[in-house]
């Protein structure tokens, strides 16, 4: 258990992992109560940002964050040999959380082992104008699982909304010429309004070709 | 002159109203959840309006420099309607929630069963979650209705200094003063009670336990009532200190026993452009579409 939260939660000081690894054996006993324990995670566990300089936890998780995936994890396991139970729990989760509930849930969808079940909680995440709902939902599950039309205009979404680029999980690797086209004319309309460009849109226009593409 | 206005229907009023509670001294409110003028007619209506308590409406009020927290509960007119009551169930999961300062609004509308066995079963929650209750006292025959809801919360075995006994006027308020409850009133332009009948309850009975609130909502209501019995009460010669502890003290001393106030930082100087950094619980969503 200890081990989970060292590599889960690696930012909680000792007191918030002697509280979380009480919930943990709480709802390793009993994984139903769930429901109630998750919302009251920021009280009972920590609050905060992991990083300073990085407030609202768009690219990095914040304390909370961290106890909740391990809240889930612990869950997850105690649940294991009823795997729909877990999935419609971790759905009530999201629908039900507000807004740092649900960032939660989004930050730890990789960690859960549930393959694809988790996407319709993305594709609602990226139906918000949120920038903290959004960067979690572009994290690393996105990254293995989202479709490349969803995916695209996710990362679109990110920079139209203000999210940095940085919180888009294997950006390099994903992105293709289909998205470098699409910010592409994001950029020219921006222009033509006289507006600015998202400094970090260039992580997108200088992949590969897509440049000498729209010459041709 | 700083203000918690600690019943106040925020949902049904404008930006104009932020702005003008801001500057006249509202720095902190308690949106209870209850009706909206049109019936709901199923479970799914009451989430989306306690997700809009804890999301957007926390989101409005802190781009108007004002702490906005809520209170959960099936309101006693929709508690009779069998489509409504199944969200029983599911407030739990709200009442587990920051910023819920407490369960409510609860208590009765026309005194059926059906209220009082949800009213009951509320009360009950209130002790689960260790929260403390707002109660509505009924518009039409508030005396038997109000005394019939301090016989409930004796019942439920809940310490009366954990319950706010709200809508309060002459004839009810000496009950409640005896039972050890909180007493609440909502100061209206024309009904309920008007600021100067406020002020000379204050100075008949004194300050302990006595919550002003303006109960603003989408009817003919006006949310500066708090400020304007702050200044019904230094007229009649109550100190600055008097009106801190009636119209600020009060209230957080009411709903802190929560444990779930949002009142962590300071409660100045911020406005429609301010950003709420390195405090996550004030952050709600933001504007949509917001470019630059």
Redesign the interface.
Known sequence: MNTMIDHAAPHLDDAARARLAELVEELSAQPSKISGVFPAVGRTVARGPSDPADPDGLRTPRLEDEARAVLLQAVAAAWRSEPDRFATELAALYRFGDADEKRGVLRALPTLNIGTSGLPIVADALRTNDLRLIAAAMGPYAAEHLDGDSWRQGVLKCLFVGVPLEAVADLHRRTDAELARMVADYAAERGAAGRSVPSDAWLVLNHGDAGAEKEN | MRIYDPHIHMTSRTTDDYARMYSAGVRAVTEPAFWLGQPRTNVGSF?DYF?SL??WERFRAAQYGIKHHCTIALNPKEANDPRCVEVLE?L???L???GVVAVGEVGFDSMTDDEEKVFARQLELAGEHDLPVLVHTPHRDKAAGTRRTLELVAASGLPPERVLVDHLNETTVAMVADSGCWMGFSVYPDTKMDEHRMVRILADRGLERMIVNSAADWGHSDPLKTVATGRAMLEHGFTAADVDRVLWQNPVDFYGQS??LLLDDDTTATGPTATF??N??L??????????
């Open positions: 989430c997700d804890l999301g599911l739990p999961r709200y587990a929630k920051d444990g779930r950094e390195g996550s619980v952050r709600g969503q933001r504007p949509s579409g917001q470019e630059d």
